[in-house]
Nanobody
């Protein structure tokens, strides 16, 4: 059984940093592309960042570029999203997801097979 479990969310202030974690079981992260998505109330789920299964390619949304960094520890089978200079607009439920091997990093939610249950991030102004 595949499980992706996010952790690290919480309430922070504007300008703070936070790191989200995604612990995987039932799959080996080095064989899957990992993505982070977020969904704010009343909005569609949107791509934030992704890292190719090979670890050679990363992709970021425009809002994440320069502030967020995606990484993974294959020994721990855990992925991370380091978020700096947080803004109130970053408030959302953050999800990690795993996609089958592909040529690139899918930016659409349909490209991912497995999903975690999400962790809430709230950024106060």
């Amino acid at each position: 059984q595949v499980q992706l479990v996010e952790s690290g969310g919480g309430l922070v202030q504007s300008g703070d940093s936070l790191r989200l974690s995604c612990a995987a079981s039932g799959i080996t992260f080095s064989r899957y592309t990992m993505g982070w998505f977020r969904q704010a109330p009343g909005r569609d789920r949107e791509f934030v960042a992704g890292i190719k299964w090979s670890g050679t390619t990363t992709s970021y949304s425009d809002s994440a570029k320069g502030r967020f960094s995606i990484s993974r520890d294959t020994a721990k089978n855990t992925g991370y999203l380091q978020m700096n200079s947080l803004k109130p607009d970053d408030t959302a439920v953050y999800y990690c997801a795993a996609a089958d091997r592909s040529l690139g990093v899918p930016i659409g939610a349909l490209g991912y097979r497995y999903w975690g249950q999400g962790t809430q991030l709230t950024v106060s102004s």
